[in-house]
């Protein structure tokens, strides 16, 4: 091949290689972004947390994976409906310095409302697998303090480490952990008897008991805005520890016994008045006595006063 040939077919090499668009790391990148998309309903959501690095930019923040799926976890705990899809299945691909932006429209339904918000994710490649670096909307979106953004549940205590209490709740023998969603209190009566009713809070006072495991599914409290959460190691011999919930009123505190395991009450709450009995420990309202027995003590009122009362109760 004569030199001036040699140079003419290099030059449309390197043209083309320096411009042709990659077709199959964009088609990489579509069937990435899908499924992140498909996964984003209360039955699927455990998958997305595959999809994160260790450390991504979430919506303006830096958050790790781990806060990226419990903020998965709450929205879809409070909207159970929740879906999303792409419009018209539309992505605009852009390669950058390793990685690339994709942007679509995201059309979403929750609760009867549907909205369009100008989104975005950044893609990376780690190990063979696609990871997303960054997620958000565009920053000049409508109506972005809408309660299906992140924003709407920073202050709920699930994001907080300093909440979660650990143990073996699914009797696998390693050591997960539980947190609580309490309800956002919007109103409340100053009153000497304040209980629930005198409470409101947003989408109803229910709490919430949600694991890192995602084998074990939520246990609701209704009524509940203010709680405790107790390890109350293995009571039924099941190889699991049974997780306790205090429900704290300003004048009674309520302790539930559920096996985590299946999320079943074990016995019914257990009241104690704190006005007239104050400073009592765990032990001294439920400890266990014998295989599979447990002895609870409670508040009872007996001829116009309250005094404890305790029991035994044999656990299933």
Request: one cysteine or more; aromatic letters at 10%.
């Amino acid at each position: 091949m004569k030199y001036p040939q040699f140079m003419s077919c290099l030059l449309v090499v390197l043209f083309f290689g320096c411009n042709e668009v990659n077709p199959k790391g964009e088609k990489e990148v579509r069937k990435f972004v899908k499924q992140w998309n498909d996964a984003h309903t209360q039955i699927k959501s455990p998958y997305l947390e595959r999809d994160y690095m260790d450390v991504v930019i979430y919506y303006g923040k830096e958050r790790t994976r781990n806060q990226v799926q419990q903020d998965k976890n709450l929205l879809f705990q409070k909207f159970p409906d929740y879906t999303q899809r792409i419009l018209n299945d539309q992505l605009v691909i852009t390669k950058e310095a390793g990685s690339y932006l994709v942007e679509f429209t995201k059309h979403v339904n929750y609760n009867g409302i549907e909205a369009d918000y100008t989104s975005y994710l950044s893609v990376i490649t780690r190990n063979g697998a696609f990871k997303i670096l960054r997620e958000g909307v565009a920053k000049n979106a409508k109506d972005l303090d809408a309660p299906i953004f992140p924003s709407a549940r920073e202050s709920d205590a699930i994001i907080s480490n300093n909440r979660q209490l650990f143990g073996d709740f699914n009797g696998d023998g390693l050591s997960d952990y539980a947190s609580v969603i309490s309800p956002e209190i919007t109103s409340a009566t100053k009153t000497d008897t304040l209980n629930s009713d005198a409470v409101q809070c947003e989408g109803g006072c229910n709490s919430v008991i949600v694991f890192s495991n995602k084998d074990l599914k939520p246990i609701t409290i209704e009524g509940a805005y203010q709680s405790q959460l107790e390890n109350l190691k293995d009571l039924n011999s099941d190889g699991a520890d049974e997780i306790g919930f205090w429900d704290i009123k300003p004048t009674t505190k309520s302790l539930y016994v559920f096996s985590a395991s299946n999320g079943r009450l074990l016995s019914k709450p257990i009241v104690i008045n704190t006005t007239v009995h104050k400073n009592l420990n765990l032990i001294d309202v439920i400890k266990k006595t014998g295989p599979n027995k447990i002895t609870v003590t409670r508040s009872a009122q007996v001829n116009g006063k309250w005094v404890l009362k305790s029991e035994v109760i044999t656990l299933d």
